[in-house]
DNA sequence: CTAATTAAATACCAGTCGGTACAATAAGCG
DNA sequence: CGCTTATTGTACCGACTGGTATTTAATTAG
């Protein structure tokens, strides 16, 4: 774990693994009430010092929208780019929904999307936090309306319904498919409701 | 207003107004972050002090429970007793459709179901209140339930599908509306997508 | 060596929280 | 009139919050 690349040299050197920060951060974010969680408890977690962190992260805000970020990146980028390769349209949206409902069953582990989690918690978030959460979900329905458009191209989606349309409506599902999940309920049932509730698409 | 109605006739007489405290509670929970309402700040919009809520109400899980049991009665009893009313099955469809999207569009009114906001809430809540939520969940599913065995008998719902799962189909669609809703969609949109959702019943 | 530079952690700030001890107050009863 | 009973509000508790002023430590430049 090789904290950052470039030593630019000068000073006392920096100890703290922004990372390390980042990944402690997003678990906890994840698997935990995003209201109650005190920048305190982080420091803890990460051994670090409350003014090493408002130094790397600005604030709260600076630092939950680094974890959105880092979030982004690592789990929701792989989906998303499933999405462009030209798979049949009923095997994508397997897939999607398969993608939506793997759920790691062990205690503790997260539930859901964070993104999403974040998105529906009633607390007032940071306005970089709350933009960079607009941002990635308007990224995520456009790319489902493209997504939509070239199977439509191809002939493999015929409903009667508008992309645009299409594209809202499965992002609706997948991020109620999503929030039952976080909130515990029996991902065989999740996975039957998205289900039917997609069907529509066929 | 009258307080309450029986006086046992000795101490100090009460002024504090049990009724008008749910009302505000209940009103403060519907409107903003149940998280960060703190009793504190519900005391002040009372104007009563803090040990008078708590002799009320024991402790804020007693508040909350409170606040849930009134707003099932004054809520959400009517529209469960909707169900059974021996309306076509689409037209009650239709009214519970009406009713999950109708929202007061006017600055400061609350959005969506109170009690789904809660059970969605992912803040600890108490005993008492988690279980007071969970039971009227139930309540609200067998309700479903018994509406479309009935229409099944009538012959109006005629979907291969169990009432089972349909009850809890309907339940899951209209809390994900009204989750959208209290996060300040379009409610011309989350008609549409309920709408579609809803639309394999038929 | 000293000076400059950068990051570290301790210790603190005012504010808020859920919850309570306690004394004052207002009534009926004898 | 006191005595009992019940409700009131003030003033407090320790814990925690987001955020910061300040000192100390570790490094390089000259």
Known sequence: MGLNQNKPSRGRPKTLDREHVLDVAMASYWKEDIGNLSLNEICRRCDISKPGLYREFLNEDGLMKAVILKYHQEVLS???????????????????????????????????????KMREAQMHLGEATRAQIDLIQEQAVATYKKWIECSQAKGEFTVDMTPEFAATYIDAQLGHASSQLARGEDPQMVKRILMAALSILK
Request: aromatic residues 6%.
């Open 78 to 116: 792989p989906v998303q780019q499933m999405l462009s390769h030209d798979a049949p349209f009923q095997a994508t949206l397997d897939n999607l929904i398969l993608f939506a409902v793997s759920a790691d069953d062990s205690q503790g582990a997260p539930k859901g999307c964070l993104l999403i």
